[in-house]
């Protein structure tokens, strides 16, 4: 018997736990929207990460607000929190907010009370390592007259299961010290995510305010819908975005997207040196890449032993 | 000499006034982004429409909470407020979050207090003819176990200055009796508006939830890049997303769209009767018309005097 096709595909190395875990739910069966919410959960409750969930880095007042976002590509139902506080999952509430006919987005206070009185776990999100971390950052950007906006990595996982459906889901903290109530991109349909089960799917990292201008996303599967390769796609998105991006507005800032197909195969683009992604498939267990570009074509290898152990040091290790 | 292009249009019949204002300032040659701060500023300024600005209806907790977005076709640049309570002009603080390199859209508290720093005007939003339609709506929707979600008209508003500069904007109070803190597709950049000055541009309304799911606007503009007609891409849009809605989710909200291409040439689009929408250009001045779609194809004729003055009446007579 032919063994049936799943696959995940991930932005950063921090989502490997989630992706490993999630790849095992795939293999069992389980429909893709459980390997997403398993998944980005995982990335979201670990402390270390300071760019998603708990241990996520505070906006300028101090506050660590979230967003998340989450899609079914088979039905398109989709739902988004943006600027919650004091939740522990964000994607929880998100996929939640899928389920319903309206009211699939909500902001701030009123994100934050749905999610209380429909029994979400409240938890505060800011931690010590996070505080210690903002401070330091502080001194060395904001401190010495420079510009402070520039960590900004957003989990982004697409899963797609054994019957073909595809997902993808998202969480972040945020551009590090942000406006108390600055949205990214991974929040916003067709810019941050965007998934149909019929085409493929498609989620971003990097400067929100760019990948927006051109609803990078819902660009990538549009497409793949055309013909094109989840690579060929990937790269021909941002390698015109970052064109357009300098000719009409004079500069462009990190972008990175990753994608699948409804066949399962994958294409990554980025405009960073050594982007990390995380693939697992039937074939491939749960795998870190790293991801450059040259010529307008990205493309990967597994990330070796000391990279990932130089990782493991910066995450968990001594701030400095 | 020839007469330099210009063009306007605007969902809804409550963008005449704002049109045909910024009328004037096209034809004397102002920038297309001054056209659509005054046009969309005139709309939230007038008391009687009950779902943009000033008298705009409040959400199920019984605030105003305000969306409003701005996008510059010929940077790209764009910012947008969601859910934002007691500022005038959600429209003036959107135009000017696009003149920032990061924190483009802004949500909630945060973007209040941003507004009140940098000196825009605060108002009590919320009107007693607004209270008391709320009312009238709740005791014959919820009051009477029927679901109240139906009101979501969004003023959205497409401007071409004579050097081809295509800018656009929305505003709204968003869904009638939405829950707090619940955003639709105004604010949200490729569904509820898209702009690009070397292609064209469009704007959504109607139901929000259902709009995103095809991120309509940037699908619209990716029609007219690809050699489509404005008129065409606007129905091929609609007609494609109405049908997956039915196909993959089983219903489909309301939905209309207006676009208009470089050449200052105009579509329009829509599943409902009679929807209202504005056009005014250096031949035509500002004019109501009325588009209602048959067989897959929408068509339009200017509103007569009899329709109009009923709205007239409907919109400042007694509450029923």
């Known amino acids: 018997m032919k063994k049936r096709k799943w696959a995940l595909i991930a932005t950063w190395r921090m989502a490997y736990e989630g992706v490993n875990s999630a790849s095992y739910l795939l293999k069992c069966g389980e429909h893709s929207s459980k390997a997403i919410t398993e998944s ?32 079914n590509g088979t039905t398109l139902a989709f739902g988004a929190v943006a ?8 994607i929880l509430i998100a ?25 979400f776990m409240a938890k505060n999100m800011l931690t010590e390592r996070a505080k210690e971390f903002y401070q330091k950052r502080y001194n060395q950007t904001i401190g010495r007259g420079l510009s402070p906006y520039s960590g900004h990595d957003t989990v982004g996982i697409i899963a797609m299961d054994q019957l073909q459906n595809i997902c993808v889901g998202t969480s972040t903290s945020g551009l590090f010290m942000k406006r108390q109530g600055r949205v990214g991109d991974s929040p916003i349909i ?96 749960a795998t870190v890449y790293l991801a450059n570009k040259e010529n307008g074509r990205t493309s990967y290898h597994p990330a070796d032993e000391d990279w990932l152990a130089a990782y493991q040091m910066r995450v968990t290790g001594e701030l400095k």
């Open 190 to 285: 067709g810019s941050g995510f965007y998934a149909d089960s019929n085409i493929g799917a498609a989620t971003a990292t990097g400067l929100g305010e760019d990948l927006m201008k051109g609803c990078t996303s819902y660009e990538v599967v549009r497409k793949m819908r055309d013909g094109m390769s989840p690579q060929q796609a990937a790269d021909a998105t941002l390698n015109e975005l970052e064109l357009t991006l300098y000719e009409r507005y004079g500069k462009a800032g990190d972008l990175s997207v990753v994608c699948m197909n409804k066949n399962g195969n994958v294409g990554v683009s980025t405009n960073i040196d050594n982007f990390s992604f995380v693939i697992a498939t039937e074939a491939i267990p």
């Open 95 to 119: 996929e939640s907010l899928s389920n319903e006919r309206f009211n699939n987005i909500l902001v701030g206070v009123g994100a934050e009370k749905w999610a209380i009185k429909k029994g």
């Open 83 to 90: 600027g919650i506080k004091n939740i522990a999952n964000p």
């Open 40 to 71: 980005i959960r995982t990335v979201e409750d670990y402390p270390y990460y300071k760019s998603v969930g708990y241990g996520g880095l505070p906006n300028e007042e101090g506050e660590v607000e979230l967003d998340a976002a989450f899609m």
